[in-house]
């Protein structure tokens, strides 16, 4: 998380101490939130392993870290998709990388990601890059015969997302390999039989 302090009209940049809290405070706040949505403030202090005051100088309320957690899930998405190179990559291997990336990321933040976007947030702004990104990688496998040539790419990338998501609620422990292969043929051969 690079930038500053959240919920303070200017950003400053943090100091490597101050970077670690931050980082510590998000991180047990998608633990404990997960377990109990409705967890104090103290509660995710308590697990992040730093004095309550901490929490609130770095947020300045309950909303604040809810939408630090939105925007730093967001960005951990991104840098998932990033990493399969959506651009260069074959677009099989792209969709392989990403989605073995994304079930790591959606593992670990799972309840940061759940979170719906505030319009106009960082947040928002990520997932419809990530949309987008999603629809230009299926372009590109449509264009070398991958996908049927008259698909509707938007309801595809939901069938994708809605295998992510089944997956991460029944396998959530697997080999992200083994289960984006999986994710993968079925979204591109379904559950018919092979020939």
């Not at 990688?137 to 449509?142: D, G, M, N, P, Q």
């Not at 043929?185 to 018919?192: E, I, K, P």
Request: overall charge negative; proline content about 5%.
């Amino acid at each position: 998380m690079s930038g500053g302090v959240m919920g303070e009209a200017t950003v400053r940049p943090l100091r490597a101490d101050a970077e670690r809290s931050v980082r510590a405070i998000l991180e047990a706040a998608v633990r404990v939130l997960a377990e109990d949505p409705g967890a104090s403030m103290d509660a995710i202090a308590a697990a992040a392993g730093v004095a309550r005051t901490t929490v609130h100088r770095r947020f300045a309320n309950r909303q604040a870290l809810i939408e630090a957690l939105a925007s730093t899930a967001a960005r951990q998405l991104a840098d998932a998709v990033d990493d399969g190179r959506p651009d260069t990559a074959p677009p099989l291997v792209a969709m392989h990388r990403i989605t073995a990336n994304v079930l790591q990321v959606k593992g670990a933040w799972a309840f940061a990601l759940e979170l719906t976007p505030e319009p106009g947030s960082e947040a928002a702004a990520l997932q419809q890059d990530i949309d987008r990104r999603c629809v230009a990688v299926l372009e590109r496998a449509r264009a070398e015969g991958l996908i049927d040539a008259g698909a509707d790419l938007d309801w595809v990338r939901r069938v994708y997302y809605a295998l992510l998501g089944e997956t991460l609620r029944g396998d959530a422990d697997g080999d992200p390999d083994a289960l984006a292969a999986r994710i993968v043929d079925t979204l591109l051969r379904g559950a018919g039989p092979r020939a």
